[in-house]
């Protein structure tokens, strides 16, 4: 494993390195206490997620039908110059190609 030499000092000193630089397998009882700190997670069952779910929602700042009108009409309109901007620059390209190679 190519390391710089502070690297190095730093994972043996955590003890992940030997002396050589070869990485060293964890103690099982590092492991085992690894896994054992892990706290368990409390499974819920379905009509308590659902309830939770429509709690969450209800917290939701949802926009008025005013708003999402004029969201929709300003990504239309920007949609729709896009196209045409994307359309006029590919048009114009194709032509200045034919007109370089005189097709």
């Known amino acids: 494993m190519a390391m710089n030499r502070q690297t190095k000092r ?22 085992v206490a690894a896994a054992q700190s892990r706290p368990q997670r409390e499974r819920v069952g379905p009509r308590q997620y659902v309830g939770e ?12 039908r005013d708003e999402v009108v004029r969201f929709s009409l300003i990504v239309l309109f920007t949609v729709v110059i896009l196209t045409a901007f ?9 032509r200045a190609i034919f007109f370089l190679f005189d097709q």
């Open 10 to 31: 730093m994972l043996q000193r955590q003890g992940q390195v030997g002396p050589d630089g070869t990485p060293l397998a964890p103690k099982r009882e590092q492991r």
């Open 53 to 64: 779910v429509r709690g969450e929602l209800r917290k939701v700042a949802w926009p008025t």
């Open 86 to 94: 994307i359309f006029a620059i590919d048009l114009g390209s194709a």
